[in-house]
C-alpha cells in the first residue's frame, strides 16, 4: 500500500520552518500531500491563490509531494484522499498539547490514521507564520524566514 500523508495548515505564509519538515519527511512516505485547509470564519493575510502558488514553486522540484486545498475536517480530507498519515511539525509543549488533542481525536473518528510528528530544527523552533505576518504588516523583511524560492 502506497503511504499517503497529509501535512495540512494555513501557511499564510510558508516558513522555512513548513519546508523543513516536508523535505525531511520525503524518505518516509510516497507521497506527501501539502494541504491547504480553508476555515471561512478565519481571516487570512494571503489569498489562497497566493498561497498554493507559493507551495508550487517551493517544491516544483520533488514530485512526490502535491499542493491541494481543502474545505471543512482535515480528517475527512484524509479519507477522501486514502491517506493514513497527518504530518505535523513540533515546536514547543504547547505545540504538543495541541496536537495530542487533535490526534486522539482524529483516531478516534478514523482509526487507520496515524499522525507522525516531527520535531523543528532548533534553527526554526520560534519561527511561526503569526510572527511573519506581524513582520510583513508593519514593513518589515521577512525572507529570512520563508523559502528562498519566494520572492516578496
Ligand atoms: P495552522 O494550522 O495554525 O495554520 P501552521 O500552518 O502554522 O498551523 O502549521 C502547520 C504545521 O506546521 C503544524 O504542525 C506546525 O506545528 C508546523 N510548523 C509550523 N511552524 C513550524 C516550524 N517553525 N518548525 C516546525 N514545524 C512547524
Keep these: 500500500m502506497k503511504r499517503i500523508a497529509v501535512f495540512p495548515g494555513s501557511f499564510d505564509p510558508i516558513t522555512k520552518g513548513h519546508e523543513s519538515v516536508i523535505l525531511r519527511s520525503l524518505g518516509l512516505f510516497d507521497t506527501i500531500i501539502v494541504a491547504v485547509g480553508v476555515n471561512s470564519e478565519k481571516k487570512y493575510l494571503f489569498s489562497l491563490e497566493q498561497r498554493i502558488q507559493w507551495l508550487m514553486e517551493v517544491f516544483s522540484d520533488y514530485p512526490q509531494i502535491e499542493i491541494d486545498s481543502y474545505v471543512g475536517l482535515t480528517i475527512d480530507y484524509c479519507r477522501f484522499k486514502h491517506s493514513t498519515y497527518i504530518l505535523r511539525g513540533l515546536r514547543t509543549s504547547a505545540d504538543f498539547e495541541f496536537e495530542r488533542g487533535i ?50
Design 103 to 152: 490526534g486522539q481525536m482524529n483516531k478516534q473518528i478514523y482509526s487507520e490514521i496515524e499522525t507522525v510528528f516531527l520535531l523543528a530544527l532548533p534553527e526554526y523552533n520560534a519561527l511561526n507564520s503569526s510572527v511573519v505576518r506581524d513582520i510583513y504588516r508593519n514593513g518589515g523583511g521577512i525572507r529570512q524566514f520563508i523559502p528562498e524560492r519566494i520572492k516578496i
